[in-house]
C-alpha cells in the first residue's frame, strides 16, 4: 500500500522501475514520473525496459534516458513494476530475485511484490503517481506533470472512458497548472504517427464485419497487411476502437496475427459490457471496457467463438435471456467482404 511505498522510498537509495512489454502512454508516462519524483528525492534511479520507447513518447521528458535491456543487470534496493498483471510481463531476466514493490490500478494483478500498491479506483496509474507526490512531498514539476498527464490521456482514451472520473479531471486540471500543454501533449501522443498507419488501417477496417444483432464486430489484422503498410506494431494502437464509434456496436474484437496461427486479440466494449470476462476465459485480463488475450488456432472458428462470446456478454449487460436460437442466429456474421491486403 502506499504508505509502505513512502517508507521504502524514504529508507533506500539505489532504484530501477520497469512496467510491461510493448509500453504504452500510462506504463511509460507512470514509469517516467516516478523516476522524476525520485529524482527530486536525490534518488539513484532509472527506468529499464525490454522494448524500446514508441515513436509517439519520445517527446515525454526522461524518455532518451530509458534504457533497453533484456536483463536487471546490476543492484538495485528495489525495482518498481508499473501496471504488470505478473511479474514475467516486463520480460527482464533476474526480475524474480529483485525486492519487487508492485504499482497497479488493475484489481486482477497478482500480488508478485514484496509490496504491493493496488488501487483499481486510479483511472491510469499515472493518478497514483501523483497521488505519491503528494504523499512524499515531491512538488509536480513540468516533467512529473506532462508523463503524469499522457498517463491519464491516454488510459482513460482522452476522457471517454468509464475509468475517468471527477478525480481524474482534478489531477489533470492540477498537471495543466503545473505547465502542461494539452493540446501539445495531445499532438505529441494522437497525431504524429507515420503514413503506414494509414494504409494499414484501410486494411483492417475492410474487414470489418458485424453479426445479426448489429451489437458485435469483429476485425482482423495479418501479417501481410503489417508488412505491405511497411506499419510497426506501435502503429496499430487504437484501431480496435473504430467499430465502437457505431451507435449500436457494443463489443469488438480484433485478431491480430503476430506469428502465423498466433493472434493477439484486443477486446473494446461500451458501459456495463464485461469484455475482461471473456478475455479471461482465454488467459487473458483487462478491464470490464478493454480486455485482451493471446488465442490460437484457426482464424474463422476464432472469430465465430469470439463473437458468440461477446453476443453472450452484450445479452448479459443488457439483462435479456439468452436462447439458444438467438445465439445460433447471432452467430451467423456478414459475408465478409475481401480485404484489401
Ligand atoms: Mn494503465
Known amino acids: 500500500m502506499l504508505s509502505q511505498v513512502v517508507e521504502l522510498i524514504e529508507a533506500k537509495r539505489r532504484f530501477a522501475i520497469t512496467s510491461h512489454l510493448r509500453p504504452d502512454g500510462d506504463s511509460l508516462g507512470s514509469s517516467l514520473g516516478l523516476c522524476w519524483l525520485l529524482r527530486a528525492l536525490d534518488k539513484d534511479v532509472e527506468v529499464i525496459m525490454r522494448d524500446p520507447v514508441p515513436h509517439a513518447y519520445r517527446q515525454l521528458p526522461g524518455a532518451d534516458g530509458v534504457r533497453v535491456t533484456p ?4 543492484p538495485y534496493h528495489a525495482v518498481f513494476v508499473i501496471e504488470c498483471s505478473d511479474i514475467t510481463r516486463p520480460g527482464l531476466i533476474d526480475l524474480e530475485n529483485q525486492f519487487v514493490i508492485n504499482i497497479d490500478h488493475h484489481s486482477t494483478t497478482a500480488l508478485f511484490g514484496k509490496i504491493n500498491w493496488i488501487d483499481s479506483t486510479a483511472s491510469a496509474v499515472g493518478e497514483m503517481i501523483y497521488n505519491l507526490c503528494k504523499a512524499t512531498g515531491v512538488r509536480v514539476t513540468k516533467e512529473i506533470a506532462e508523463c503524469v498527464y499522457t498517463a491519464l490521456i491516454t488510459d482513460t482514451g482522452s476522457f471517454h472512458y468509464s475509468n475517468t472520473t471527477e478525480r481524474t479531471f482534478k489531477v489533470a486540471s492540477e498537471l495543466v497548472r503545473s505547465g ?8 505529441a501522443v494522437f497525431a504524429s504517427y507515420p503514413w503506414g498507419r494509414i494504409q494499414l488501417l484501410g486494411a483492417v477496417l475492410s474487414t470489418a464485419r458485424r453479426d445479426s444483432t448489429g451489437r458485435v464486430a ?3 489484422q495479418t501479417l501481410a497487411m503489417q508488412d505491405l503498410a511497411q506499419a510497426s506494431d506501435e502503429a496499430t494502437d487504437g484501431f480496435v476502437n473504430y467499430p465502437l464509434t457505431v451507435g449500436e456496436v457494443e463489443a469488438v474484437a480484433l ?3 503476430t506469428e502465423p496461427g498466433v ?6 466494449s461500451k458501459g456495463e459490457v464485461n469484455v475482461a470476462r471473456v478475455a479471461g476465459l482465454f488467459g487473458g485480463g483487462g478491464h470490464r471496457n478493454a480486455a485482451g488475450c493471446t488465442l490460437k488456432g484457426n482464424w474463422d472458428e476464432l472469430e465465430a467463438n469470439i463473437m458468440v462470446l461477446l453476443h453472450e456478454a452484450v445479452q448479459r449487460a443488457n439483462g435479456l435471456k439468452d436462447t439458444t436460437e438467438d445465439a445460433l442466429k447471432a452467430s451467423e456474421l456478414e459475408t465478409r467482404p475481401e480485404p484489401v491486403a
Open 255 to 257: 485478431l491480430k496475427e
Open 263 to 268: 493472434y493477439r486479440t484486443s477486446l473494446r
Open 218 to 220: 469483429c476485425m482482423r
Open 180 to 187: 502542461v500543454r494539452p493540446a501539445k501533449t495531445a499532438e
Open 71 to 74: 536483463a536487471v543487470d546490476k
